[in-house]
């Protein structure tokens, strides 16, 4: 187990906290022996599949427990990761991430937390991982939840722990790319965000395959987007300000708002940039289609009564469409991009980077499982590995965005840097 300087073993967990985990680390002190590196994932589905997998391969792992409140699931994604990476590194666990005892049990050992459930989770679970003295990162995707988790910033010093929300692609990776092209300027003026999880063989009508939860999904397109326009906070609507970019062997795609993206950074970079502003990419004719159940209240969440049941109309959106929305029988991609302006040495200067992923044939995993999961991961690492400050950190200032991309490269991704 890894010590934290000035946090005894057991000062990890209250006393009524105890188990098999607690016995070990007591027999390891004394034995002596010195123990790697203990990761957690909560949630472990899909991006916490991929994020357990990359952290067996890059992050100096002696375990791995993969909880979920589906003993099943963790049982098939544990032996999933370890024949990936040929060892019994993942273990996996029935665990209900709301109930406070259960969940401190399981993270008393543990050095990392990885949450991947989905996000209005993450304020309830980080009380919890700070009282254990475990690091934590979640993989976001709410502003406003994120938020209540860095209120937590004076608890997680005290605890000497590291807790960093919003660690997966957007919000995530899309602003490690632009922190990355902004420490090459001297001068910042605009920052430009897009990513897209999407089919690489799209079906009418809406050109979309949904590769993550899905209530994740209709937060993006309902909930209002936090942007830095003409150098002023501002609350932006969704599923609006269409914008068509070009992407290399894709030809024209649309780009519209969508809530989360931004994350924290415009609080960060307010009073420092003229915009930085982040969208959803696309193929033709989505953002049309998807204003529908917008304009027509499908995503309502006050109940209406049909035929004497009272339903939620976002309710029966979300269970009839996150089977319809899923391709199994084709891939995906994600495509990332950050384009930023500025000047370097007095000259006006354009800088643009490119990520064009797809699902690897050799482990099975999407294109947003890696994107997702690896940077999670990433982040996941950098804090066992002791260079994250205490304190709960905003992403954008966790992790100095080139490391990032240096450690995407290491893992086989795919990055085009432009200037002009």
Not at 98 to 121: H, I, T
Request: proline share 5%.
């Amino acid at each position: 187990m890894l010590r934290r300087e000035g946090v005894s073993p057991s000062e990890r967990a209250p006393p009524f906290f105890c188990g098999a985990s607690r016995s070990a680390g007591r027999y390891f002190e004394q034995s002596g022996h010195t123990m790697g590196k203990t990761y957690a994932i909560l949630g472990s589905g899909m991006q916490g599949t991929a994020a357990a997998y990359d952290l067996a391969r890059f992050g100096d792992a002696d375990r791995i427990l993969m909880g979920d409140i589906h003993l099943q699931q963790a049982n098939r994604n544990s032996e999933r990761a370890n024949r990936l990476v040929g060892r019994a590194v993942c273990e996996p666990h029935q665990v209900d991430a709301l109930d406070e005892a259960e969940l401190a049990s399981f993270l008393e050992p543990v050095d990392v937390l990885l949450s991947c459930v989905p996000y209005w989770m993450h304020p309830r679970i980080a009380p919890v991982a700070i009282h254990t003295a475990t690091s934590m990162v979640d993989m976001g995707g709410d502003t406003d939840v994120t938020m209540e988790t860095l209120k937590l910033n004076e608890a997680a010093r005290a605890a000497r722990v590291s807790v960093v929300p919003d660690t997966g692609l957007a919000p995530g990776l899309v602003n490690n790319l632009a922190t990355h092209l902004m420490s090459k300027l001297d001068k910042v003026e605009d920052v430009r965000l897009y990513s897209g999880g999407l089919p690489q063989n799209p079906k009418p009508p809406f050109n979309y395959k949904l590769v993550f939860n899905i209530e994740g999904l209709v937060t993006e397109y309902v909930d209002e987007a936090l942007a830095i326009r003409d150098c002023k906070l501002v609350r932006l609507k969704t599923l609006a300000d269409i914008e068509h970019i070009e992407w290399p062997g894709l030809g024209e795609m649309e780009a519209f708002v969508t809530s989360g993206g931004t994350s924290t950074a415009p609080y960060t970079f307010d009073g420092k940039v003229r915009t930085y502003e982040y969208k959803t990419i696309r193929f033709p004719g989505h953002c049309e289609r998807m204003r529908i159940f917008l304009d027509f209240g499908f995503w309502g969440t006050e109940p209406i009564e049909v035929k004497g049941s009272m339903v939620k109309p976002r309710d029966l959106f979300q269970t009839l469409m996150a089977d319809a929305l899923r391709d199994d029988e084709d891939k995906d991609q994600i495509l990332v991009r950050a384009a930023v302006t500025g000047s370097k040495n007095g000259d006006d200067v354009r800088l643009q980077i490119d990520i064009h992923d797809k699902e690897d044939t050799a482990t099975g995993f999407s294109a947003m499982e890696r994107m997702t999961g690896f940077s999670t991961s990433i982040y996941a690492i950098e804090i066992a590995a002791g260079n994250v400050e205490n304190g709960c950190i905003r992403y954008e200032s966790a992790v100095p965005g080139t490391k990032v991309v240096e450690e995407l490269k290491r893992r086989g991704v795919l990055i085009t840097e432009t200037n002009g």
